[in-house]
């Protein structure tokens, strides 16, 4: 059984006495049928019926043979976590709280575009950090994630969206991992030849939601590898993006095992304001962390590192941060997302005004770094960036008292307590 960088051991895979398949890897899957007397082959049938097909039940498996639909009901279950809330943003942004079969909850969060969308998915329920400007960072750390609730929440999103393969879709999806040529793979909705592609509205996941990944990376990795089969939801390594605080140690096997894009989330050019807003500086600070990056294995002007700077009125936001910054930054292939500050509950930050946060793109963007000024989405819904928590973890005095003494420390550090 996977644990995670704490030492502690997922969540087991089983549901009401019998095991999930939902989260076993294809030679486990394989494993798990034979254990029962099923043929080879048909690991590839039941693999397309869970991730290509969405099936929920063994039922609906229509090209086995009864008796193996029930010899699969009997011993395993395909369990998705149940939605505690649903709710829907006014910009469409929808959000999930998330039960788990222990009764723990996490968020999830689908962004639609035009002719996309991305869905953030989280990897541990709370987090062991305490980024200052974050929601999650409130809220202690419980457990990590097993891949099948990564997966899983994947395949929910899935399920509200409607966007189950019907087999000809699957084939087409898998073509466009292959690196099929779009012109010899164009289908209509249907699925036949011709005509322009069905629009997807689940393309991209980012592992941005609670927790952080690298200190879950063995589930986390387990369930990109799931997600990315060509033969199943073949959401490609290109279109999965990993944000990490900074856990040095993981960056460079995540680049060289999984290959995804790769999200770090930096906020501060200096270790002291760092090691006071995102305290895991104090054991990888910049200098290492930045030197992580410039070795991450497939980065180039062509997949760059994107580098997370929240914008906290006062805090980072001047001309010389971005100055700074872009310092820091030489020689590695990036772009600068700067992200307007989401408030929360009892947060002590504010968010640098428009035109402060404009002027501070500028300064990167003649540095030749790409700045986009991220939209925020989901604020009507406590579902933007760094807002995620656990409707279901209620703060003690104690936790509520150590979040009021981080207040009080960057009020001091800023001159403002009397």
Request: glycine fraction near 8%; charged fraction near 25%; include cysteine.
């Amino acid at each position: 059984m996977a644990r995670d960088a704490h030492g502690k051991k997922s969540v087991p895979l089983e549901v009401d006495g019998k095991r999930n398949l939902i989260g076993l890897d294809f030679d486990e899957l394989s494993a798990a049928l034979a254990a029962l007397g099923l043929e080879k082959f048909r690991t590839a049938q039941v693999w397309s019926w869970l991730y290509s097909r969405g099936a929920r039940d063994f039922a609906a498996m229509t090209d086995l043979a009864k008796p193996a639909r029930e010899k699969l009901a009997e011993h395993y279950v395909i369990a998705r976590p149940s939605v505690s809330q649903h709710q829907k943003s006014k910009d469409g942004t929808q959000k999930w709280l998330l039960k788990m079969a222990d009764g723990q909850e996490v968020e999830c969060v689908h962004i639609p575009e035009t002719d996309r969308g991305a869905l953030c998915v989280s990897s541990q329920v709370g987090c062991t950090l305490t980024c200052r400007f974050c929601h999650t960072g409130t809220q202690r750390l419980v457990r990590s994630l097993d891949a099948s609730e990564i997966v899983a929440q994947v395949m929910l999103a899935k399920d509200y969206l409607n966007e189950w393969d019907v087999p000809a879709q699957s084939r087409l999806r898998g073509a466009c991992e292959a690196g099929v040529p779009q012109s010899s793979r164009a289908r209509t909705k249907t699925g036949k030849p011709g005509g322009s592609p069905a629009v997807r509205l689940l393309t991209n996941i980012v592992m941005m939601g609670m927790g952080e990944p690298l200190f879950n990376y063995e589930n986390v990795a387990k369930a990109l590898r799931i997600v990315m089969r060509g033969d199943g939801i073949a959401i490609g390594k290109r279109r999965i993006t990993l944000s990490t605080s900074g856990v040095v140690p993981l960056i460079e096997r995540c680049g060289a095992e999984l290959g995804v894009n790769l999200a770090i989330s930096l906020h501060a050019v200096t270790d002291e304001l760092r090691d006071q807003i995102m305290p895991i500086n104090r054991k990888y600070p910049i200098k290492e962390l930045l030197a992580a990056c410039r070795a991450y294995p497939g980065a180039s002007n062509a997949r760059r590192i994107t580098f997370e700077y929240v914008m906290l009125k006062g805090v980072n936001d001047s001309p010389a941060d971005a100055k700074q910054l872009v310092r820091l930054l030489r020689g590695i292939p990036a772009k600068i997302n700067l992200i307007p500050f989401n408030p929360w509950p009892g947060t002590p930050f504010e968010c640098s005004e428009r035109n402060v946060i404009e002027k501070f793109g500028d300064i990167v963007n003649a540095a030749g770094y790409a700045s986009p000024i991220r939209a925020t989405r989901g604020d009507d819904i406590m579902a933007a960036c760094g807002q995620l928590k656990s409707a279901s973890m209620k703060l003690s005095a104690a936790e509520r008292a150590a979040i009021d003494r981080l207040i009080a420390e960057k009020d001091r550090a800023q001159g403002l307590s009397a």
